[in-house]
């Protein structure tokens, strides 16, 4: 049997040493908590971040005029956010993050080196370290298509039922996601994944 509550490690070896090693729950599960975590982190952060009500951004990330941050949020070091970027819903960014213009980061955490390139919707998921989401590409996390919004997951044969209508993916280490490609949501993206560009995925299982 699955144990979703140790996917999130598994495809991310950095979750081990982060703020948030010692949550143990599947990825669909902290992303629902994800605000109520990030106050809690905000509250305990070292004077090397600003902060601005519940805003963190350390002092050596940089955003340029017109990207908007909604907190809760936890911008790492050396992190950059470019114009017109938009984050909101509890975002938290490790370090050396790059979020490009035009693109749009809701209720996700990214991990070390990781990136979008511009014009990019990720909601709901969580982005392990050294990934690159090229431009256009969209992590959807809402099954407007169907009756029943309950994300199902086909995974290894077995099918996960999350009990929630909102979740992305969880993207493993060093994984590739092409320009315009498309990642349904309820994904699970295993390390270095190779998605290509216009690539539709989609792990809902057959009913």
């Known amino acids: 049997m699955l144990d979703a509550k140790g996917l999130i490690s598994s495809f991310i070896e950095p979750w081990r040493n982060s703020r948030f090693a010692n949550i143990h729950q599947a990825p669909w599960d902290f992303v629902g908590n994800i605000e109520a ?3 809690q982190q905000i509250a305990g952060l070292d004077p090397s971040y600003q902060r601005v009500d519940e805003v963190a951004v350390h002092r050596t990330a940089r955003l340029e005029p017109g990207a908007v941050v909604k907190g809760p949020a936890i911008i790492g070091p050396n992190c950059f956010i470019a114009a017109a970027a938009y984050l909101r819903g509890g975002v938290y960014l490790e370090r ?13 955490v990214m991990f070390a080196g990781s990136k979008l390139a511009h014009m990019n919707f990720v909601g709901d998921s969580i982005i392990g370290a050294d990934v690159n989401i090229e431009a256009g590409a969209i992590i959807a996390n809402y099954r407007n298509e169907l009756e029943s919004r309950n994300i199902r997951i086909g995974y290894r044969e077995q099918v996960i039922n999350t009990g929630v209508g909102k979740f992305g993916a969880l993207v493993g280490d060093g994984s590739r996601i092409g320009a315009n490609a498309v990642i349904a949501p309820g994904a699970l993206l295993e390390r270095g994944s190779i998605v290509g560009r216009l690539q539709l995925i989609d792990q809902k299982p057959e009913d």
């Open 96 to 108: 050396d993050c790059i979020i490009g213009p035009s693109s749009e980061l809701k209720t996700s």
């Open 37 to 39: 975590l990030l106050r």
